[in-house]
């Protein structure tokens, strides 16, 4: 199986087409949050570029990374109707979410080694930290609650965040259902609403002072699993859900999923935004537009409006590209931007033009994940040994599913064998990969050795990476 795997959760929608929109909006989006940390504009253009349009993609992002993780988890089931009670119980296993979190403490984890000796440099000067047993200690602590809670380096408190908002979402979803836990995410981000937009009327509260001693003390801030992120995984959730539920598959592949009427409830809501922001400006209401109200509807209905765009299949690959090339610009940026800032201030007396170094961190950053993406396409690859064939053992095809490319070789005969099952099995499941199967074709067989028959059959090892080869070109 060829190892340059796909992202945990294929965009792939209920009619088996890749979600073309959702790959296009993803690398957008992280175009914007570097604007969010460049900060490339001044006076009004600064204002609607940097501080209204840019915010839309931290929310986005946390709906579609739930939509894409749920969607695929109540549709994989097919014998689980949603009417019945305790579905969701039966729906959301751990297993999936165990596979999932692992997914993304690796990638996590690789990206803190990778800042790791920055992170300590500032953890140690933020602190004070000495050179003995006891400031070993605090850094020690203070670098598990970074990596934890509060983030450790610049946008990686998304992915911080989705740590805690990603398996929240899942228990409550799981035991309590998908509307409960809508609800129960809410207060948590109006929190921050009050806290973050609107704390000149707020500061006058008691009980925020006890709010904000609990969240600073526990996260850092405000932007965390819990305030931020949990609610709108539970809204990419929710629509994962409402859209598993209206359709069933018979439905779903012969007329597929239609939801044409986002575009004009994101216009409206995306039009109060900026009435929104304008007043929080003109008010002096807030110290930042990260988490205005008029986000919720704004990016909930342009995550409906992007899912129901079909763009034709053709293009899928170029957006496959750019899904990956979003992943490696939101991981990068900040340090490509703060490295640029340290060799200016270093090197020269001069200082960088905001829009300049904008563009100059964007042509960098995509320079680099490109190179990065490069080196990704040696041929890595892991193997699977069947040790039961009927049934197919469990969990084999989610195992499989992060896989573009897999070679299944049996020496049996290919019409009705496992084979062929598994490959079914997969396509049922929804996955789009290369499926290559290599077996006995009986309609003609040499009286020769095994080794010749496998030649022969193209069962050899020669043919098997060949095959494999070809297909990945």
Request: net charge neutral; glycine share 6%; charged share 20%.
């Amino acid at each position: 199986m060829d190892g340059r795997k796909r992202d945990h959760h294929m965009n792939v929608n209920e009619n088996k087409k890749p979600y073309v929109t959702i790959d296009i909006a993803k690398f957008v989006m992280a175009i914007l949050v570097v604007a969010i940390h460049v900060r490339p504009f001044s006076g009004e253009a600064a204002f609607v570029y940097d501080d209204i349009v840019a915010r839309i993609a931290d929310p986005l992002f946390f709906q579609i990374t739930a939509f894409l993780f749920f969607e695929k988890v109540f549709r994989e089931d097919k014998d689980i109707r949603m009417s019945e009670r305790g579905w969701h119980q039966r729906a959301l296993s751990w297993q999936k979410l165990g596979h999932y979190m692992k997914r993304i403490l690796q990638l996590y984890t690789a990206w803190f080694i990778l800042y790791a000796p920055v992170v300590c440099y500032r953890t140690v000067q933020e602190l004070g930290i000495t050179c003995d047993l006891q400031g070993m200690g605090r850094m020690v602590l203070s670098l598990l609650r970074k990596y934890w809670l509060s983030g450790y380096y610049g946008a990686m408190w998304f992915m911080t965040a989705l740590l805690l908002a990603m398996p929240l979402t899942f228990l409550i979803t799981k035991y309590l259902g998908p509307g409960i836990c809508v609800l129960l995410s809410a207060p948590w981000f109006l929190l921050t609403v009050a806290r973050m937009e609107y704390c000149s009327i707020t500061d006058h509260w008691q009980a925020m002072a006890y709010c904000d001693h609990a969240i600073y003390g526990v996260f850092g801030w405000y932007a965390n699993g819990l305030t931020y992120g949990f609610f709108f995984c539970a809204l990419g959730m929710w629509i994962a859900y409402k859209r598993s539920k209206t359709f069933d598959a018979a439905e779903t592949e012969q007329m597929g999923i239609k939801n044409t009427d986002g575009w004009l409830p994101f216009l409206i809501s995306f039009l109060l935004l900026i009435i929104e922001a304008h007043v929080i400006r003109d008010k002096n209401l807030g110290q930042s537009y990260g988490a205005m109200l008029f986000l919720i509807p704004t990016s909930y209905f342009l995550l409906k409006w992007l899912l129901s765009v079909e763009i034709l299949n053709e293009k899928s690959k170029i957006c496959t590209h750019l899904r990956r090339l979003s992943i490696m610009i939101f991981a990068i940026h900040y340090g490509v931007m703060e490295l640029l800032q340290f060799g200016m201030e270093k090197y020269t007396t001069q200082e960088w033009n905001t829009t300049v170094l904008y563009f100059v961190v964007l042509a960098v950053t995509i320079g680099c994940a490109e190179l990065l993406l490069l080196l990704q396409k040696k041929v890595a690859a892991d193997a699977y040994k069947l040790t039961r064939i009927f049934p197919l053992p469990e969990g084999l095809c989610e195992a499989l599913a992060d896989y573009d490319t897999i070679l299944f070789a049996e020496d049996a005969i290919r019409t009705g064998g496992i084979g062929q099952q598994l490959g079914f099995a997969l396509q049922q499941a929804g996955w789009q990969g290369k499926y290559l199967l290599h077996a006995v074709d009986n309609s003609h067989l040499l009286h020769a050795s095994v080794a010749e028959l496998r030649k022969d059959q193209n069962l050899d090892a020669a043919a098997l990476a060949a095959d494999v080869l070809a297909c990945i070109k």
